[in-house]
């Protein structure tokens, strides 16, 4: 009989902007891992937290904060457009986003979310 792995995860790749650019997905049983690097590495590292809603909010609002790397507030945009989506199809679970891009474009963003998608482990 087949065991199933401790965690599922998934990965890809796809050009973005003419970048190459890596993406893993991981589900723990608390956490969504969700890495998109064009360098190879890890990078900058996102906790993405959803907070208590109030009675009658549809979606719940997301902490972000740097545990490791450069705070700057383009992580933090970047981490919610990227991460947002994924917190909340996994039911609100808090996500860790390792990033590391050469590009910060809207363009890109978006491109990057859909990339994301297709690693869908949750």
Known sequence: MASKPVVDSKQTEAVVNGIRTEVVCTAFADTLLVVVTQYGKMGTLVSLEPNVVADGVTKPLFTTKVLLGK??????????????SVSQEAGNKPVLLALALKEKSIEGIRTLREVIQRCRVW
């Open 71 to 84: 705070d700057e507030p383009l992580v933090h945009i970047c981490a919610k457009h990227l991460a947002t």
